[in-house]
């Protein structure tokens, strides 16, 4: 069965770095395009990120460019979210999600096209 698992997460002061990681079972992770969403209190889910089969192209919110980095490594089958100079308003529940595409080298970052997600984990940034 296809599974998910983010970890990573926790409470980090404002400016600090976190590493968040997505790891597969069930499925080798190379013919799935990976994305990551964030979902705060009374707000929508927004996409993050996101990053193709190859890891050749990758895609991020504007809210996040030049703070945040996706990265895969198939052979460990995970992806991985590099997070610095994080503000109060990344505060939120991260999910990873899995997306089989043909393509290569293009990623999208519409929640509605992915099929499998992980369980999210908490990222909260607070002094």
């Known amino acids: 069965q296809l599974q998910l698992v983010e970890s990573g997460g926790g409470l980090v002061q404002p400016g600090g770095s976190l590493r968040l990681s997505c790891v597969a079972s069930?499925?080798?992770?190379?013919?799935?395009?990976i994305g990551w969403f964030r979902q705060a209190p009374g707000k929508e889910r927004e996409g993050v990120s996101c990053i193709s089969r190859s890891g050749s192209s990758t895609d991020y919110t504007n809210s996040v460019k030049g703070r945040f980095t996706i990265s895969r490594d198939n052979a460990k089958n995970a992806v991985y979210l590099q997070m610095n100079s994080l503000k109060p308003e990344d505060t939120a529940v991260y999910y990873c999600?899995?997306?089989?595409?043909?393509?290569?080298?293009?990623?999208?970052?519409?929640?509605?096209?992915?099929?499998?997600w992980g369980q999210g984990t908490q990222v909260t940034v607070s002094s």
């Open positions: 999600a899995a997306l089989a595409l043909g393509v290569q080298h293009m990623c999208v970052m519409t929640s509605g096209f992915y099929d499998d």
């Open positions: 069930g499925f080798t992770l190379d013919y799935y395009v």
